[in-house]
């Protein structure tokens, strides 16, 4: 007991216990700087997950722009081959008819497509769909290989000839003709329906929109 009293001894002891004590403050402010790191660390990782999810949001006029720089587009082509008869008559001398007719053939094609600059998009988030408005299909062109004309019959009469008006007006009720057995054979159905595939198609690219269904109207 004797040897603690020591002053030699005094000053150890003083000296381990200063060490001590400074060894825990150390230790605990260590510990206390650590902690904000976690929470900015925490902080920049709920940033990153963030930013993923923005990376896979397509805004809907993305698309829209997309399939209206399409501009009109043949979607459907009707071939054809066909006979016609042109008949030009006239009264001579209001007596009797002086009749001059023509049966020929051409062949050629008729096309129809829509105007996908007036495609409207609308994209409903809660349901999950995409409504796509599609005008409707028209003809577009009827075309005519005039290389391909052929004469069957002819008859012209010597007081009403066939002139070259007569053979254009001819070459213009051939391509009205070939436009309605077009339409009676629904080139214009058929053109919708592709339209329709090829927008589905379109749209389908966008990955973030792979789980929206998609409703297509024909807007009339």
Known sequence: MN????????VYLAVIG???????ILCLTFISKREPASDEAAETATVVKKEDKVLVTVNVETVEDGLRDMGTLITQEYYFSQVEKYTKSKKIA????????IAYGYDGTVT????????ELEKDEENKTVKV????????????DTSSFRVYSEKDSLWN??????????????EKAAEKKALDSGILERSDEQAKLLINGFIRN?????DYDIEMEVKR
């Open 112 to 119: 129809a497509g829509i105007d996908f600059t007036k495609i």
């Open 94 to 101: 209001w007596v009797f008819d002086s009749t001059s007719e």
């Open 18 to 24: 200063a060490a001590f004590l400074l060894s825990l």
């Open 3 to 10: 040897e603690l009293k020591k002053p030699q001894n005094i």
């Open 206 to 210: 966008y990955s973030a929109l792979s």
């Open 161 to 174: 000839p066939m002139k070259l008006e007569d053979y254009n007006l001819s070459l213009q009720e051939f």
């Open 133 to 144: 408005t599609i005008p409707p299909s028209e003809i577009q062109n009827v075309d005519i």
